[in-house]
């Protein structure tokens, strides 16, 4: 099982950080992914991280946003500064074929 949290209302320019917490599998054997879906358009991978740590980004996010995990308390981060209305999307917490039910994240003035 895959909880998101920590999504809202946030400036532009402004930060949000968005929480998954896992349970019921051997957490620090998978990677780990944020995507999103914004209104209208297709689900896009946005970052995941590996057991390992090794990280990878979406373009779109690169320099913005920062992943993270805690293997021992079984949870992954995603940090979100320089927010942009184009960040607007639900996000969503993704582990090999699992899938949070996803948090909103509307960045609006």
């Known amino acids: 099982q895959l909880v998101e949290s920590g999504g809202g209302l946030v400036q532009p320019g402004g930060s949000l950080r968005l929480s998954c917490a896992a349970s019921?599998?051997?957490?620090?054997?998978?990677?780990m992914a944020w995507f999103r879906q914004a209104p209208g358009k297709e689900r896009e991978f946005v970052a995941n991280i590996l057991g390992s740590g090794r990280k990878q980004y979406a373009r779109s996010v690169e320099g913005r946003f920062t992943i993270s995990r805690d293997n021992a308390q079984k949870t992954a981060a995603l940090q979100m500064n320089e927010l942009k209305p184009e960040d607007t999307a639900t996000y969503f917490c993704n582990v090999d074929i699992y899938w949070g039910q996803g948090t909103q994240v509307t960045v609006s003035s």
């Open positions: 019921g599998f051997t957490f620090r054997w998978y990677s």
